[in-house]
């Protein structure tokens, strides 16, 4: 019953423990445990066939904040979306937010998770000031980059596999208003993407490409570039309307077939866009899937699978067209294709998965072995272009493809916690 | 901006109510039991507060009646008038273990009725004397029907929703709000023992955000999630002679 956001896999029987007070011990327990924080990968990393899911949910407390400095100390199971309930209107952000507010602290940093605005503030463990680690044996390390710095490196991006995070401090950057610049242009074609991103990201502090993956020939990877930075000016209407705001991006309910994707996608691309920077407020502009509880559900009892992959820039070009042919000759992905470019900035993790270069997901409706047959292919376009997978976003990646995005997996196996273990780890390192 | 205590306020529920409250400007003044619980969830509060806002706390042992006048006094000087008092404490009784104890019955019974009802008495009549407030109470729907698997925790949660009829038909008169509030399964540390599969299970935060709901519409009673009154209505119509022969 406890699974994640896209249902895949599917795993056997798992106790659930809630562990709701930063004090106490971990359970003690005759099988091996992993911490599931609010379930939002799309994959095993956050499950634990056969053993103990540490339930991190209702370690919830704030612990101080200064609103001087900007530092948030907090429980590792406080949720994204209550950081920025109550700092936002107080001048400050996350520097670092995914496309949903409902991950957990402890979960962004075990996945060491990116934004819009990678090539400007790198992923989220670069902002982690410092964080307890609790290990199985009782022992209780407080990691920064200063001290127990082989533990604070191993933990951002662990996977949860070191330890159970208990509280951390985030160091958040300041805003002046609660409302996006936000300026979308239209691109007819894999090549424009290039030049336009290369443009967007010395101007914009976020940008994120939408791509049609159905489009073929002269088409392929036409797409929407959306560029946004924080308005600068304060704007008076600090608050927030659900009701009123519209976001072009209707929930993609229906158009899990080919018939309805195709008429989508097309329409979506073609829709009429202003062509000077509109204002929209953060939560519309970061996050417009949250709005709709429960979108996953849309794809039915089998779920659905995500594909993330990130190819270095000497590949990137030709690698990232290859993929979207294969793919747009499959024929069926979904609304949900995204292309971002990740900049040079270092990890704070040995196992983070931002890395120079191209990004692309996509979500695929589970049509079973069409599907998997489908990321083979891929998975031969990633392999050859030295590109790796991410693990959050994974629910079916060969060995060998683990072991070859991630060359600091044997160093990394020594900081693993002898009780810790999870269904994707047993899956990738058998 | 209304001055609030809260009983029992490390609870799930309780806690995610208090998060509710600072946000829309109150003040409030919390009470628990456990001393470190209660420092963390007070400092999580003062992070989500205006510099305006007060918070106060004090430590109690709430089964010990004696203390619950000199709570008031201590949250009323740290409050002021006191608008809502919110009872939200208890604990779930291990049913098997009770039919073997008289002790542990008593006990039960103790922590999640007659403590309940001494708090209740004594803010009844504080808000009778001001002529404005509300009562707020966590009871149960396993208060609207005996049944085998929980009837111990059923009969206090019984108790206390009736015992708060009564004081709702006493103090509609003198402008004060008696709300009940029965909820349902609430995936909360408290019920980790039971399998959470199924659509019945409600999230705390989903509970408080109905408490608050029903609060400031005036309501009497409120079920949360709102398909438990239905599912109690047909627990409750089901004939005795046939409702005994069932395992429920
Ligand atoms: C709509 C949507 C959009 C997304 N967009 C992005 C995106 O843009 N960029 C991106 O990077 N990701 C994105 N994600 C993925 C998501 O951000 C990550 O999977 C994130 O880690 C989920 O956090 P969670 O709290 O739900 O953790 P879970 O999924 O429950 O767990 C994730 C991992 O964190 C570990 N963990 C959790 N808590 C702790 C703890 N206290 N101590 C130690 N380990 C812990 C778990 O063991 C597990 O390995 C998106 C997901 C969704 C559903």
Redesign the interface.
Known sequence: ?YHSWNMNPKVGKQY???F????QELPKTNHSMIAYGNGRSYGDVCLNSGGTLILTK?LN?????DPTSGL?K?ESGVLLKDIL??VASRGWFLPVVPGTQFVTVGGAIANDVHGKNHHSHGSFGRHVASFELLRSDGERLVCSPASNREWFESTVGGMGLTGLITWAEIQLMPIQSTFMNTLSQRFESLNDYWKLMEQAKSKWMYNVAWIDCLAKGRELGRGVLTSAEHTVKPMRSAEHKKKNVSFPLTPPISLVNKVSLTLFNSMYFHLPRPTQVVPLHYLPYFFPLDSIYHWNRMYGKKGFFQYQCVIPPQHEKSAVEALLKTISDYGLGSFLAVLKSFSNIPTAGLMSFPREGATLALDFPNNGRKTLALFNELDQIVRQANGALYPAKDARMPIDMFAAGYPALYEFQRFIDPRFSSSFWRRVTR | MANIVIFGATSAIATECAKLFVQRGDHIFLIARNAERLAVLESDLQVRAGSDQRIGYAVADLNQHELHERLYTKASECLGKIDTVLVAHGSLPDQGACEQSVELTLNELNTNALSAISILTIGANLLEAQGYGALVAISSVAGDRGRQSNYVYGAAKGMLTLFMQGLRNRLAKRGVQVLTVKPGFVDTPMTQAFDKGGLLWAQPEQVAQGILTALSKGKDEVYLLWFWRWIMLIIKLIPEWLFKKLTL
């Open positions: 019953m659930a423990q809630y709701s007070e930063r004090y209702r407390h704030f612990i101080e904040f948030l907090c309930d109550v």
